[in-house]
């Protein structure tokens, strides 16, 4: 089991940010990602967009880097600013990171039989890029921490007598985040979701299929992986068919401390009849290493994440030199 519950910032992993990507480069970290999601507008603009992922057996932690509008980002003037809303698998409420126009701070905010609100010692500053992480934990108590680059900067908890469910939507409400009426830009990127993994000094990097490589048994051109479409996808007939592919993209920070893992991601879906699971694997000295194979939906398209913590070829640990080169999916 991966403790990876959501990666990404591309149009196919959320949902609301339709024509919001960009390749501005103040808006993200260009040893991770190639683009970011751009919002611009005044202090009455409000575009929220939602990631939905599985409820974490543990703590969810979540994790992104956020640069505040370029303008009077320090100063929230509306009453209803919104910044992150984390709800229950039932639509319930459960915790926020709200600014609030009373401190022009962001303060935690805990929704169990009461509303607990917590200090803030955080307001944003106008422009700077800053990592953002929030860990919930939801079971007697609904307790939420509010972290930026490293520290923490509000926290809340409050009694869960009524049993609010784990978190399995977090809402951006993006929403009254500077105070004038002038159009600023500000940005989001990197997100990630995990669960009981702090995503604390975290960093993800995001590589793409770019040509194909040792299998080509699927249906469909690899373009079909390559172009952030759903409606353009490979298939398979029968299980055990194959796909595999190099990558290109960023290669991470010059200095890497250590290699946590590696996580290949896809977005499958079963179809009416054929294979009904999908697994990632990769392939290193002319050996394939198959993840376990999950169970898609017919209904609709699902993120599957397949997750190596060591290299499976003889179990020593990640470095930036012995990662894999070439990946791929195979069907079951």
């Known amino acids: 089991m991966t403790h990876i519950l959501h990666l990404g910032h591309q149009p196919t992993d959320i949902s609301g940010i339709s024509g919001y990507l960009s390749t501005v480069t103040a808006g993200f970290d260009a040893t991770l990602d190639v683009n970011a999601l751009r919002f611009t507008g005044a202090r009455s603009v409000y575009a929220p967009f939602k990631v939905t992922h599985a409820p974490p057996v543990g703590d969810l932690w979540l994790g992104f880097r956020y640069v505040p509008p370029s ?89 869960n007598t009524a049993g609010k469910g784990k978190p399995a939507h977090v809402v951006f409400g993006n929403g009254g985040l500077h105070g004038t009426f002038s159009n600023y830009a500000w940005y989001y990127a990197h997100i990630a979701i995990l669960d009981g993994v702090s995503t604390i000094g975290r960093r993800f990097v995001r590589r793409v299929p770019n040509t194909v490589a040792t299998y080509n048994e699927m249906i469909g051109s690899l373009d079909a992986l390559k172009d952030g479409n759903l409606a353009s996808r490979v298939a398979s007939t029968l299980a ?93």
């Open 71 to 159: 303008g009077d980002a320090h100063t929230i003037t509306e009453a209803g600013a919104t910044f992150l809303d984390f709800f229950s698998a039932s639509n319930v409420l459960i915790a926020r990171v709200r600014p609030l126009s009373s401190t022009n701070r962001y303060h935690a905010e805990a929704h169990g039989d009461t509303t607990e609100q917590g200090s803030s010692s955080y307001f944003a500053t106008s422009g700077q890029p800053q990592w953002i992480d929030v860990r919930l934990a939801v079971g007697a108590d609904i307790t939420i921490e509010f972290f930026v680059d490293g520290v923490l900067q509000s926290t809340a908890t409050a009694a």
């Open 240 to 332: 055990g068919q194959r796909l595999s592919f190099y990558l290109s993209g960023p290669t991470g920070p010059a200095a890497v401390s250590a290699v946590a893992g590696v996580h290949l991601k896809q977005i499958a879906q079963a179809g009416t009849n054929g294979p009904q699971a999908t697994a990632g694997f990769m392939r290193m000295g002319g050996f394939n290493y198959d993840a376990p194979a999950v169970t898609v939906p017919v209904i609709a398209p699902q993120q599957v994440y397949s997750s190596w913590a060591v290299n499976p070829a003889d179990a020593s640990p990640w470095t930036d030199l012995s990662l894999p080169m070439e990946v791929g999916i195979v069907s079951a």
